[in-house]
T-cell receptor, first 113, second 110 residues
């Protein structure tokens, strides 16, 4: 089946620094990828939709200048959390649509200290 | 009103029992429906897509009721390994991402 590889699995960074998370579709081309965030005991919340070759679409309340998304190829989308703060600590997961279904990356647990 | 609602549980169920969860959604234009399983600190994994006519996969049965806007998941002969959080997810159509419920926590007890 379709595989989405996400890196890193976990990262600890200092407040004020930036962190980049990568998502790659390994055996299919993903023109669209989705980025979610999940806080403890909460649901996955869609942050943005990443479209290859065009600007990402952000959900209401998500700062586009803070969460930079780049989808420069059909197999790679990146999310950069800029000037991270402790409240950005969360579980970030990407997903790509392949056919009828959605395939998820393994997630990145970000801790900002 | 939240878009997708689930009873968070936890549901404590003895091994071998049958357990059912419901999930309600508010967007009547929703087109695709899924049940995902999420283990602690892991990504969600697709359990089943939910079709209008209902569908079964081994011990798992999913149903969709468009009129009442809910989907259900039935697990028969529950196993210890079924312990997890079950997330209901809905897609509004087209190239939209998924809207998830908060999940229902299931604990199967020996």
């Amino acid at each position: 089946g379709a595989v989405v590889s996400q890196h890193p699995s976990w990262v600890i960074c200092k407040s004020g620094t930036s962190v980049k998370i990568e998502c790659r579709s390994l055996d299919f081309q993903a023109t669209t990828m989705f980025w979610y965030r999940q806080f403890p005991k909460q649901s996955l919340m869609l942050m943005a939709t990443s479209n290859e070759g065009s600007k990402a679409t952000y959900e209401q309340g998500v700062e586009k200048d803070k969460f930079l998304i780049n989808h420069a190829s059909l197999t790679l989308s990146t999310l950069t959390v800029t000037s991270a703060h402790p409240e950005d600590s969360s579980f970030y997961i990407c997903s790509a649509r392949e056919g009828y279904g959605y395939t998820f990356g393994s997630g990145t647990r970000l801790t900002v200290v | 009103r939240k878009e997708v609602e689930q009873d968070p549980g936890p549901f404590n169920v003895p091994e071998g029992a049958t357990v059912a969860f419901n999930c309600t959604y508010s967007n009547s234009a929703s087109q695709s429906f899924f049940w995902y399983r999420q283990d602690c600190r892991k990504e969600p994994k697709l359990l089943m897509s939910v079709y209008s006519s209902g569908n079964e996969d081994g011990r798992f049965t999913a149903q969709l009721n468009r009129a009442s806007q809910y989907i259900s998941l039935l697990i028969r002969d529950s196993k210890l390994s079924d312990s997890a959080t079950y997330l209901c997810a809905v897609n509004g159509g087209g190239a939209d991402g998924l809207t998830f419920g908060k999940g229902t926590h299931l604990i199967i007890q020996p």
